[in-house]
């Protein structure tokens, strides 16, 4: 889309505006949907193996143009290049995974009379909008899904990090047909135009609660299907045999990973009183290992966090524990240079009713709380609105299994953080969201079930014989 107007990308390691792009004005989003409504037919009718002919096409093309995809990601999202190198690698293998499924249909009933078929159909059009923490990751993944499955798409990235996802929409038009795969620019507006546009056949989401909500209910007079990928608050709990350790490098690979800016991050651990010191120091030496800075920079290991507005509300959070009487054992304080940097940070002496352990913070700020009933614990964390993901972390695999079965999310793991995998369903409850993402019940999220009779006629007893 070329857009009427453009608004600037800021580059969050200095601040300042380095590059425009173009906002979509309501009349090419009618077009772009009207596009992708005349398309799908066509699309729908090449079959799976065409299409994911062309997907696959489209993974070729991402892995070529890996370091200038990497470089535009490094320069609106903040990350370190190296990191950003691996999220377009990734984002490539994903598409190639999930470009292998295919939903068949089914015979459910096979009886002399009739037969009874369970059949798959593609929804139509998919309003795709995608968040600024992963944003050519998890737009790749929303493509690939509805592609795959007969669906044409139209895709927003997110304003504060639309380029990398634009230069892979003009990788596309060499590789689908017209109208098949469409992005479009654009902020708030242009997504609530979305979330209301009648042209849809189903909306999917990945960002704030609050957002989700918002497009949830704009969306609600079409009762259409949605997919809603929010936020999480997500714990890990270390039960007394279980290993430090791996529990602190886990959580710092998750909730320093990208500034902690990463949905299903370990954003609060739960240790045993005894244990509260011995993980604060371990995983307070793994935050004062990184090194923060340009993403460009060399031995960079931690960028800026994305945006104005997410620092603001990591600082807040910070300041808010200081003064209820958090003790910052790593951490504590932002960087004296241009852009939105933040010191990894570890709290301790805090407990369930601060801000920092019962809201999301999206941020590289981790809490340590102490406890000593773990039954305590999970009525604790289910008592809380959000369900994305939670581990536990144990030499017994059984009791952690039984624990984590009582844990109300939709991911629970033992002895690892945040799972992910493209050919694992992640079910999305509570105010975490709705529906299912990744492998084939993610797939049969873009489509519709139609259960097809049919009577059969009486055999030819005379002519049998």
Excluded at 156 to 174: A, N, Q, Y
Excluded at 275 to 294: C, I, P
Excluded at 327 to 355: E, I, K, N, S
């Amino acid at each position: 889309m070329t857009g009427a107007a453009f608004e600037e990308v800021i580059d969050p390691s200095t601040a300042e505006a380095f590059e425009l792009y173009p906002v979509a004005t309501a009349d090419e989003l009618d077009r772009a949907v009207g596009a992708a409504r005349k398309a799908q037919p066509g699309w729908a009718a090449l079959g799976w193996d065409a299409r994911a002919q062309c997907l696959e096409q489209l993974a070729d093309a991402i892995d070529a143009q890996t370091d200038w995809l990497a470089t535009l990601h490094t320069m609106e999202q903040g990350m370190p290049f190296s990191q950003s190198l691996l999220y377009v690698s990734v984002a490539a293998r994903r598409i190639r995974a999930m470009a292998r499924y295919r939903i068949a249909d089914r015979i459910l009933i096979d009886a002399q009379d009739r037969r009874v078929t369970e059949r798959w159909h593609p929804l139509g059009v998919i309003a795709a909008i995608a968040p600024w923490n992963g944003p050519l990751l998890l737009g790749m993944m929303k493509v690939v899904t509805a592609l795959i499955c007969g669906n044409t798409i139209v895709l927003k990235p997110s304003e504060l990090t639309p380029l990398s996802t634009l230069e892979i929409g003009r990788l596309g038009l060499d590789l689908f047909p017209a109208g098949v795969f469409n992005v479009v620019g654009g902020g708030r507006e242009t997504g609530a135009a979305m979330a209301a546009h009648p042209g849809f056949d189903k909306i999917s989401f990945t960002g704030s609660t609050a957002t989700g909500l918002a497009i949830a209910r704009a969306s609600a007079q079409f009762l259409r299907p949605m997919t809603l990928e929010l936020g999480g608050n997500d714990a890990a709990i270390l039960l007394p045999d279980g290993s430090a350790d791996a529990l602190v490098a886990a959580a710092a690979g998750t909730g320093f990973h990208n500034n902690g800016q990463f949905c299903a991050a370990v954003k609060r651990i739960y240790a045993p009183a005894s244990m509260v010191d011995e993980v604060a120091g371990k995983l307070a030496a793994l935050a004062n290992g990184f090194v923060l800075g340009n993403g460009f920079e060399p031995g960079v290991t931690m960028g800026p966090i994305q945006n104005r507005a997410q620092f603001d509300k990591v600082r807040a959070f910070v300041a808010d524990a200081k003064a209820v009487g958090g003790c910052a054992v790593a951490g504590g304080a932002t960087l004296d240079r241009p852009g939105y940097f933040m010191q990894p940070t570890v709290f301790t002496q805090l407990t369930d009713g601060h801000r920092l352990v019962d809201e999301e913070q999206f941020g590289p700020v981790i809490p340590i709380v102490s406890y000593d009933d773990v039954d305590t614990v999970i009525s604790r964390i289910n008592a809380g609105p959000y369900g994305l993901t939670g581990s536990i972390w144990t030499a017994d695999l059984d009791h952690g299994e039984a624990i984590a079965a009582r844990i109300a999310v939709g991911s629970a793991a033992i002895n690892r953080h945040a799972a992910f995998d493209a050919v694992v369903p992640f079910p999305l409850i509570k105010q975490s969201g709705m529906g299912i993402d990744y492998a084939e019940e993610g797939l049969k999220g873009t489509m519709r079930m139609q259960v097809m009779t049919t009577t059969l006629p009486p055999p030819d007893i005379e002519g049998a014989a």
